[in-house]
């Protein structure tokens, strides 16, 4: 089992930036592959970003390739979620979630979730 907790969401304009940040605890110890996924209203939860355990291997999605990064602390339990140069369609509900394995970028594939932080960015 992992625990997964978001933080850093909020309200900011066009062109600004936000971290995002989600803390990892329990199974931890298992290199746990972890994702950002957002969910924006009456749409479907689309991957953003992933990581692998060592931080060598990094997957985006082609509608923030450029603007948003991914990282990682394994010595926090922490994943990050660099976001710049936002754009008003950025807007969503954004998860953290967990998976042991391969970076994938189906939600389906990912086993453990956090509870999620909204992001809003208005033009």
């Known amino acids: 089992q992992v625990q997964l907790v978001e933080s850093g969401g909020g309200l900011v304009q066009a062109g600004g930036s936000l971290r995002l940040s989600c803390a990892a605890s329990?199974?931890?110890?298992?290199?746990?592959?972890m994702g950002w996924f957002r969910q924006a209203p009456g749409k479907e939860r689309e991957f953003v970003a992933g990581?692998?355990?060592?931080?060598?291997?990094?997957n985006y999605a082609d509608s923030v390739k450029g603007r948003f990064t991914i990282t990682r602390d394994n010595a926090k339990n922490t994943v990050y979620l660099q976001m710049n140069s936002l754009k008003p369609e950025d807007t969503a509900v954004y998860y953290c979630?967990?998976?042991?394995?391969?970076?994938?970028?189906?939600?389906?594939?990912?086993?453990?979730w956090g509870q999620g932080t909204q992001v809003t960015v208005s033009s």
């Open positions: 979630a967990a998976r042991f394995g391969a970076v994938l970028v189906k939600q389906y594939d990912y086993a453990y």
């Open positions: 990581i692998s355990w060592s931080g060598g291997i990094t």
């Open positions: 329990g199974a931890t110890f298992s290199r746990p592959v």
